[in-house]
């Protein structure tokens, strides 16, 4: 596994090569969990406090052989220790709390008949936890990195509270200087939530590291779907064409930001540029 910069205007981590990648989606978010129907989940109950603590320890083994069941389509295996933060996770955002949107300001969007383009916002300077992970596939590197950072939210952290869950998680790439490959490493990045913006709490895992990006102007264009190698490289020189203005944008350093579920056949995604300081 390699740490490197993941700044939002552009940190360096890992060398680029080309990647062989599934055709599956890369990350797995709790939108997974939403799929899993109200008949699988536990009712809570009005039985024994052994009872209880029954129903709770199955709930939690059919929640961690869900996620088992989605991980292994991206080549992944989820570990028993993260029965636990899948629970919290599920416990904390069914229906009973709103993940919180990254704060941007629109400056423009960009239209053609109908449709948009692109829009060009502003990002103010903010603080993100993110682990740069470099693992056999793009994928892995993905969900292996999201389940470190899933445990960070869960407790495992200074405050040794629950942090809440925002989107998007973003996914800095890297590529060559043609668009044509990605660096095998990636970086997986949380913002956290306005409350710990002025006094982030530290992980207790060294992989993670807390950072303040600076405040930062992007162009980003929506696109539905999986999101492997080849698709995020093909939504890179998409945008690239429709900017016109190669200059204008960092063009070896892009983010992938999702905001639902890869098993969703229409997943919600954005590409990305960075406006060059």
Not at 52 to 70: K, P, S
Request: net charge negative.
């Amino acid at each position: 596994m390699d740490r490197g910069g993941c700044r939002l205007n552009g940190g360096q981590g890992g060398e680029s090569g080309g990647l062989s990648s599934g055709a599956g989606g890369g990350m797995i978010t709790l939108e997974d969990l939403e799929s899993f129907s109200e008949d699988q989940q536990s009712d809570s109950g009005n039985g024994s406090l052994e009872e209880g603590e029954t129903m709770a320890d199955d709930e939690q083994e059919r929640l961690l052989h869900y996620w088992q069941d989605v991980a292994r389509g991206h080549q992944v295996e989820v570990p028993r220790d993260m029965a636990g933060p899948i629970q919290q996770l599920t416990t904390n955002n069914d229906g009973t709390q709103d993940r919180q949107p990254v704060p941007s300001t629109l400056i423009i969007r960009k239209e053609k008949c109908g449709t948009v383009l692109y829009e060009k916002r502003h990002y103010e300077k903010a603080y993100w936890a993110c682990i740069t992970i470099q693992e056999e596939t793009y994928e892995q590197s993905i969900c292996h990195g999201f389940m470190k950072l899933m445990r960070y939210i869960c407790q495992q952290n200074s405050s040794g509270s629950y942090l809440g869950m925002t989107i998007p998680i973003v996914t800095v790439v890297r590529t060559d200087e043609a668009h044509t490959a990605l660096s095998q490493a990636v970086t997986v990045a949380y913002y956290l939530p306005p409350e710990f913006q002025g006094q982030p709490p530290q992980p207790f895992d060294g992989d993670i590291i807390i950072e303040e990006w600076p405040a930062t102007i992007i162009y980003a264009r929506a696109f539905s779907g999986a999101t492997n190698e080849q698709t995020i490289l093909n939504e890179i020189n998409v945008l690239a064409d429709i900017l016109e203005s190669p200059g204008i944008f960092l063009s070896d350093s892009f983010i992938v930001a999702s905001y639902s579920s890869p098993a969703d056949a229409n997943r919600r995604n954005e590409i990305w540029f960075l406006e060059r300081p």
